[in-house]
Structures are given as structure tokens and as C-alpha cells.
């Protein structure tokens, strides 16, 4: 049997965090369509478009943000890493990349 996890992407605490800002700008609507899935407490075997849907979002996503604004993407990520218990210092660089995301993506 194949592993249907054997393509995915994996992310840290760390990188989901630097990434959850842009991953909205960019995702929205397949994240309200997923989340009202959810509360609908439909089964993901069942709505397997819009899991398909989100994941491919956010795969993209993360790949244009890596290309395109990864220098921003890292400094938020080591700042991040670095500040564990104090994400808000890392309030600058976030917002570097979430204009860098809107001026070079969106």
C-alpha cells in the first residue's frame, strides 16, 4: 500500500507559526470552506476536495513564500527559534514578510 503521507511537507511549531500569516492571506478561502467542513463535523473521507484543496494551497503557498520572500521567511523562522517564549520581538520581521508576501505573491 502506498503511503499517503509520503509527499507531504512537515513543518515545526516554529515554521507554522512563521508561515500561519501569509498561509491566511493566501488560503483564505479554502481555510473557511475546510473550517465549515469541520463544523459540520463531516468526515475528511467524505469532503476529500477540500482537504485536497487546502493542502494544495498551503503547499503552494509555502513554495512561493520560499522562493520569492525566503530570506524574510528565514529571518522570521530563526527569530522565532531563537525567541521561544517571546514570539513578539519577532513582530517586525513578521510583518517584513507578510508585505513581501503581498508585494511579490498576491
Known amino acids: 500500500m502506498a503511503d499517503p503521507n509520503k509527499d507531504k511537507t512537515v513543518l515545526s511549531s516554529t515554521e507554522m507559526y512563521a508561515f500561519s500569516s501569509v498561509f491566511a492571506m ?17 468526515p ?20 512561493a513564500t520560499q522562493a520569492k520572500c525566503g530570506d524574510e521567511y528565514s529571518a522570521v523562522t530563526a527569530c522565532l527559534a531563537k525567541n521561544r517564549r517571546e514570539w513578539s520581538k519577532c513582530s517586525a520581521l513578521k510583518e517584513s ?3 513581501c508576501f503581498g508585494k511579490n505573491v498576491l
Open 26 to 42: 493566501a488560503c483564505a478561502e479554502e481555510n473557511r470552506a475546510y473550517a465549515e467542513m469541520l463544523a459540520q463535523k463531516m
Open 44 to 63: 475528511l473521507q467524505v469532503s476529500q476536495n477540500v482537504r485536497i484543496l487546502t493542502e494544495n494551497c498551503t503547499t503552494q503557498t509555502l513554495a
Open 97 to 99: 514578510l507578510d508585505e
